[in-house]
Every structure is written in C-alpha cells, then in structure tokens.
C-alpha cells in the first residue's frame, strides 16, 4: 500500500519552495531588465562656432524619458580631420532636470573647429541621480551630430 498522504505532503513542499524561489527571483530578473530598458540621455553635438583660438560647441542634452541628474560629467575628446586626438576637456552638463531637454554651450580651447574632424564621448567621468552609476550613465548615453562633425562613443 503507498502512503498517499506522504507523498501529497512532499508535492505540496516542492511547490511551496518552487513558488518561494519564483518570488525571490522574479524582482531581481525584474530589476535587470529595468537597467536594460533605462531611458536614455541623448547628446546632440547641435552646432559649432569659433570664439577667439577655441571651437565654441552648442550640445543639445535630451533628457526627455529620465529622471533628474545632479551631475553628469563627460570626458569628451576632439580629433583633427586626419583622426589624430588633439584636445580633451571634461564637461559638466548637470543639472539636467527630469524629462526636460536643455542646451549647454562649451569651448574646446585652443583649436578650429574647421580642423575638428571628429569628437568621441570618451567616458562619463560622474553621474548622480536616476540610476545613478557611472557605468549605468555611460551604457543609456547616446550620441549624434548635426554639426557636420562625427560624434560618437
């Protein structure tokens, strides 16, 4: 004769620790895929002008589907025509207020813009609010150009 009672008791506890692990699991699955899907912050190099020996760049920063950012510190490098660095200058954008898109205005001194060939976003030096992490603001920045210089990461 088998004990049914025994073997019902054992069903019973596999899926009690089956739906236990499901509800640990399940907010930190949740939780990555939210990372994945972070809104991004898009940089548009919107325009460039010579201001005296310096390239005056005019950034559009659209924060439009993210949260509000007290710092965002770029690392941004310009490149002359033949690809060859030139000049580097760290950036604050911040303050960048919630689902707003704004305007910074920065000079990288000391070159033409006519001899920028090209500008990388090379790292995000500092980034607070929203996620948070340097490395979370660095993977949801995006970039474009509308200058007639490449900017890219």
């Known amino acids: 004769m088998i004990d049914r009672s025994f073997s019902s008791s054992r069903i019973g506890a596999a899926l ?4 236990v692990a499901m509800a640990l699991v399940g907010p930190a699955i949740a939780q990555e895929a939210g990372a994945e899907k972070a809104a991004p ?3 548009q190099l919107n325009k460039t002008e010579s201001a005296g020996d310096a390239c005056r ?3 559009v920063v659209d924060n439009s589907k993210g949260p509000a950012m007290k710092t965002f510190k770029v690392d941004l490098f310009a ?3 033949d690809g060859v660095a030139q000049k580097r200058v760290a950036v604050e954008l911040a303050p960048i207020a919630s689902n707003k898109t704004s305007v910074k205005i920065f000079d990288f001194p000391g ?4 001899k920028v060939g ?4 090379n790292d995000v030096l500092a980034c607070d609010g929203g996620e948070g ?3 979370t603001c660095l993977a949801r920045t995006e970039t474009e ?3 007639g210089i490449s900017f890219d990461r």
């Open 145 to 147: 150009s509308k200058a």
């Open 133 to 135: 992490a340097r490395e």
């Open 111 to 114: 070159i033409a813009c006519g």
């Open 57 to 59: 760049i005019t950034m």
């Open 41 to 43: 912050v898009k940089l």
């Open 16 to 19: 009690v620790s089956g739906f």
């Open 118 to 121: 090209r500008i990388l976003l």
């Open 79 to 81: 490149f002359d025509t």
